[in-house]
Nanobody
């Protein structure tokens, strides 16, 4: 499973973006996907995750109520819809895959995308 992110860009505060993470591999539906972000000078942080199948997504408190994760197994793609964006949401957003169940730990994921830049201006 090799994730590839797209959809980043520059947006004003209060705006929205949708990131996509397309993953190769016929067993995509068996994998959990996590979204992470890294701001300049900061450690990578967990944004949210979704387990295999049709499980309910989980979100970090900092994005809960504003971000939505969805998964389309037929398209081997997971999405991160980001609404009400704030300047502190700025960073490189990456998706990652691991077997079956999501985790908030960076080290738990086996496959990572290259990341996509999201910049929120005030």
């Amino acid at each position: 499973v090799q994730p590839v992110e797209s959809g980043g860009g520059l947006v004003q505060a209060g705006g929205s973006l949708r990131l996509s993470c397309a993953a190769s591999g016929r067993t995509f539906s068996n994998y959990a996907m996590g979204w992470f972000r890294q701001a300049p000078g900061k450690e990578r942080e967990f944004v949210g995750g979704i387990s295999w199948g049709n499980s309910i997504p989980y979100y970090a408190d900092s994005v809960k109520g504003r971000f939505t994760i969805s998964k389309d197994n037929a398209k081997n793609t997971v999405y991160l819809r980001m609404n009400s964006l704030k300047p502190e949401d700025t960073g490189v957003y990456s998706c990652a895959a691991r077997w079956r169940v999501w985790s908030a730990a960076v080290s738990a994921y086996d496959y990572w995308g290259q990341g996509t830049q999201v910049t929120v201006s005030s």
